[in-house]
């Protein structure tokens, strides 16, 4: 693991704006504020030899430490083309240091800045109303949104942000800073959130005693446990990566095709549908409705999509250890692709999509033709 040089964004400024300003040598700082890309070159003054280059931006695949987190990415240097050093450019290292916030809050479960955003939005708070509600100050929120690390103690209060209960019993029993009109407003706004999670709890009971339970052809030959399903997408949940919920339908129907197609028998019990963008579980919203009820799993807003993410761990001991091999298998296979969208035009290679009519349900035995590759389990 290389060490990281600087332990925050503030100190990387400071330090390289003093590397540039040696008194002795008359080099002024000349840099442009547009963030690199590959390919890009910077003008920049050395601050080894202390030339002003036109410095080619190259990405280096490095493990840093962020705060106690291995982080492994792609990070962007400009490289001097006189001397070879790589050259402390503020611009560029404020990308860098993007990424590993984005990666360490991934890894601590804390909001990203645009969900923070998201979630303020959701309950109608502003900026001020928000900070009063969580007891912080209003600066602190402007700051993590704005791409801030928070403390431990701020990370915990953003996380109890998404759940509404916890802001009521924050409201009736703390933030004295927020007014009375203030405060009923905002009770009234984490109520109306509260509710809307009630629903999906009753829609739930609903929807699991309405799916088949008996075993049939369409159904990969496996009656449908609810329980099994969930403890599958929570493990999932924990080990892809960005768990759009386009990509979980992809995700689900490789765990029952690669399954139905090495022994016989889906993994699920969810019968499957060709929808245009790929094969995707038969009443799939009213699934995933019953799914993510904000206590197991739950939605967290990331880029232009909803990414289902796991509140406790995985209960795997329905499943035999060949079967968790194989989660971990379609896990692996997921990872594989750079985006949902390449996982999803892999999906439209597939025979089972092909040659489905739009709407109706997919034959398990398309399997065998599955492009998956299968997997050596134990
Ligand atoms: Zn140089």
């Given at each position: 693991m290389s060490s990281w040089p600087f332990s925050s964004r503030r100190e990387a400024r400071k330090r390289c704006a003093s590397r540039f300003t040696k008194p002795s040598i008359d080099c002024r700082i000349r840099t442009e504020g547009r963030s690199p890309s590959l390919s890009e070159i910077v003008r920049t003054i050395?601050?080894?030899?202390?030339n002003e280059v036109d410095a080619p931006v190259v990405a280096v695949r490095e493990t840093v430490d962020v705060r106690g987190v291995s982080v492994t990415d792609e990070f962007w240097y400009p490289v001097?083309?006189?001397?070879?050093n790589r050259i402390g450019h503020a611009a560029t290292m404020d990308r860098n240091f993007e990424k590993m916030y984005a990666a360490y809050r991934e890894a601590r479960d804390i909001p990203q800045p645009d969900e923070i955003v998201a979630l303020r939005r959701r309950y109608g708070f502003s900026q001020r109303v928000f900070a009063a509600v969580l007891g912080i100050g209003v600066a602190s929120v402007q700051r993590y949104e704005g791409g801030a690390l928070p403390s431990e103690s701020h990370a915990e209060l953003l996380r109890q942000a998404r759940d509404p209960q916890a802001l009521r019993e924050r409201l009736r029993s703390g933030a004295?800073?927020?007014g009375e009109r203030d405060r009923e407003r905002a009770l009234r706004a984490v109520e109306q959130q509260a509710a809307r999670k009630m629903d999906y709890a009753v829609v739930r009971l609903d929807l699991l005693d309405r799916l088949p339970r008996v075993a049939l052809p369409e159904t990969g030959l496996r009656a449908f446990d609810a329980d099994r399903l969930r403890e599958a997408v929570v493990y999932l949940a924990a080990h892809?990566?960005?768990?759009f919920v386009t990509k979980l339908n992809k995700v689900l129907f490789y765990l029952d095709f690669s399954a139905y197609r090495d022994e016989g028998v889906g993994f699920t019990g969810l019968r499957y549908a060709r929808a245009d963008y790929g094969p995707v579980p038969d009443q799939y919203d009213l699934v995933m409705a019953a799914l993510?009820?904000?206590?197991t799993l739950a939605y967290r807003e990331q880029g232009d999509g909803r990414v289902v993410v796991a509140r406790r761990g995985a209960d795997?001991?329905?499943?035999s250890p060949r079967e968790v091999a194989r989660l971990d298998a379609v896990a692996a296979f997921a990872n594989g692709f750079a985006s949902t969208a390449e996982l999803s035009a892999y999906s439209h290679e597939e025979r089972a999509w092909l040659e489905t009519p739009s709407g109706e349900v997919i034959d398990y035995a398309f399997a065998c033709d599955l492009r998956m590759p299968a997997a050596p389990l134990p």
């Open positions: 050395c601050d080894v030899c202390c001097c083309p006189l001397c070879g004295p800073r927020l892809v990566g960005s768990l993510v009820d904000g206590a795997l001991s329905a499943f």
